[in-house]
């Protein structure tokens, strides 16, 4: 028997389970599915940014989150490796109340959304479902074929969400030409116990180094070390002291927090990588986060950028149904309006990989000489936090901002705070 629905969304990742939600509470029918067996249990550090928590708010969860696996952070400081500040980013500028960042327990987030889809639309969240094929008439695709518990079944629907990660399945069963870039350089994420009481969040950049520090609740703390793509065998065969160690070297204050690490099952990889599609629509079907827009994680925005295009989806479906209309040219509406800030973010996270990743000494002088110059600034320091905080929609810095960033012409207006 076809089973049948309104939207039928692939992947409960962070834009599928957040779009889900915000149907169901709008009372349309859908059906999420997922792969894996049941909740995210993996080790992931997590940063929810003002826009996020916005997003949270506007569907009654933000509230929700376990007082005991939250931490609002407000400072985060930029230095160079060998402990000279740089920059520091504050958050309480920015306008109340979302005027923090969140650090999360791993999953923390994503569990309370995915229980509150549960209440709200039981049954709609299907667990250990791999997505086989699209079921088409014409050139209109009008439902899925999915596998689960060892038999397939065909579901129907108005329209279809693919929100299944970079390597979307989707995205390769729509034939939408993309180009996935896989950068030179991965993280590794740890987490570990804090006796040294880290109450602020710290950045060390350095030729060739990155290492990301982030207070997180019940004094843990989130490291991030920047390592060689596809490393982390040879990073553990060097063993737990040499990489204690090279952090001990960067910032020697926090020298008992890294010696909680004890085993690497307190670690894992996060590989990064950008995905550009040509397009995000087609008739019957729709990609939404890393499905058509994987950005490096130095735009601070991947997962937000997920969920503000869930809540933006959310907005257009309803007329889409009511008209009967879910043509690539109406659905056109969403990656027209989301298409901007999305590549501004890209491209902006590039710029970054390039100076922040650098083991070049000339552009590692020119990075530290922006970080500088931003730290001195208040109008060029508030565009980038707007940016990180996912408040801004169009670009931090034209050329003559730019000119000033590197030190090479005055800012008359260093002073004056201007809202993008």
């Known amino acids: 028997m076809m089973e049948r629905t309104d939207v039928v969304i692939v992947g409960a990742g962070g834009g599928g389970a957040v779009l889900g939600l915000a149907l169901a509470q709008k009372g349309i029918r859908n059906i999420v599915l997922e792969q894996a067996p049941g909740p995210p249990t993996g080790l992931r550090g997590e940063i929810l940014q003002p826009n996020g928590q916005q997003i949270l708010d506007r569907l009654g969860v933000l509230n929700k989150l376990p007082a005991d696996a939250t931490r609002s952070v407000r400072h985060f400081h930029f ?81 279809v969400v693919g929100a299944d990660g970079a390597f979307s399945k989707v995205r390769e069963a729509l034939g939408i030409p993309t180009k996935l870039h896989l950068y030179r350089e991965g993280y590794l994420i740890v987490i570990l116990d804090s006796p040294d009481g880290l109450d602020e969040g710290r950045y060390f950049v350095g030729r060739g180094e990155i290492l990301g520090l982030f207070p997180a609740a019940g004094r843990k ?26 952090w001990i070297s960067i910032d020697p204050s926090l020298e008992k927090t890294f010696r909680t690490l004890t085993d690497w099952k307190q670690t894992a990889y996060m590989p990064t990588g950008r995905v550009k599609t040509s397009a995000w629509v ?41 008209k009967g209309d879910v043509s690539a040219a109406t659905l056109g509406e969403f990656e027209r309006c989301r298409r901007p800030q999305v590549e501004m973010l890209q491209r902006l996270a590039d710029e970054q990989v390039i100076f922040w990743n650098t ?23 508030y565009k980038v936090l707007e940016t990180t905080a996912g408040l801004r929609e169009t670009t931090p810095f034209g050329l003559l901002d730019r000119l000033m960033a590197g030190g090479f012409l005055p800012d008359p207006n260093a002073d004056k705070v201007e809202h993008g």
Request: net charge positive; aromatic share 4%.
């Open 79 to 159: 230095c160079k490796v060998g402990g000279e500040k740089l920059c520091t980013a504050d958050y309480g500028t920015l306008p109340p109340p979302y005027n923090r960042a969140i650090v999360t327990l791993p999953n923390a987030a994503h569990h309370v959304i995915l229980e509150a889809l549960g209440k709200a639309a039981p049954g709609a969240l299907r667990y250990g479902a791999t997505f086989k094929g699209l079921r088409r008439e014409g050139n209109r695709v009008v439902g899925v074929d999915v596998e689960r518990g060892g038999q397939t079944a065909a579901i129907s629907a108005r329209l």
């Open 221 to 246: 703390v989130y490291l991030f070390d920047m390592i060689p793509a596809g490393s982390m065998e040879r990073v553990k065969a060097q063993g737990l002291e040499a990489r204690i160690k090279k």
């Open 282 to 322: 087609a008739d019957g079907a729709v990609l939404i986060g890393d499905a058509a827009h994987a950005m490096n994680p130095h735009a601070s925005q991947g997962r937000m950028q997920a969920m503000v295009d869930a809540m933006t989806l959310v907005e257009l479906i309803p007329k889409c149904l009511e």
């Open 359 to 381: 083991s070049n000494p000339v552009l590692a002088f020119l990075r530290d000489r922006v970080f500088r110059t931003i730290g001195r600034n208040r109008r060029l320091s």
